[in-house]
């Protein structure tokens, strides 16, 4: 599933999460359950839509989904950057 960020486009593998897949490619992502709890993987999605497999426990907005556990239902476009834009 191709995944657009603000940076890059990359397909997402499916035998990975949308977290697995940003940190794979180098993104700047938050996280510390793994698994819908604490909210901090959250991130905005711009375009697309995803679903869970359990309703995640952790507060979200309209627009936010949680990579850590999400289900990708169609390509998305998310507001995620790379790293090195953090360092620099
Ligand atoms: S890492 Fe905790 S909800 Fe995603």
Same mark, same amino acid.
């Given at each position: 599933?191709?995944?657009?960020?603000?940076?890059?486009?990359?397909?997402?593998?499916?035998?990975?999460?949308?977290?697995?897949?940003?940190? $794979?490619?180098?993104?700047?992502?938050?996280?510390? !359950? #793994?698994?819908?709890?604490?909210?901090?993987?959250? *991130?905005? &999605?711009?375009?697309?839509?995803?679903?869970?497999?359990?309703?995640?426990?952790?507060?979200? $907005?309209?627009?936010?989904?949680?990579?850590?556990? !999400? #289900?990708?239902?169609?390509?998305?476009?998310?507001? *995620?950057? &790379?790293?090195?834009?953090?360092?620099?």
């Amino acid at each position: 599933m191709q995944v657009i960020t603000e940076d890059l486009i990359f397909q997402l593998d499916e035998s990975e999460t949308l977290l697995e897949g940003l940190e $794979r490619t180098g993104h700047q992502v938050e996280y510390q !359950c #793994r698994s819908g709890y604490c909210g901090s993987c959250r *991130v905005t &999605l711009r375009a697309g839509s995803v679903d869970y497999e359990k309703p995640p426990l952790a507060y979200l $907005r309209r627009d936010e989904i949680l990579p850590c556990c !999400c #289900r990708v239902l169609e390509p998305l476009v998310i507001k *995620v950057q &790379l790293k090195s834009k953090y360092s620099a």
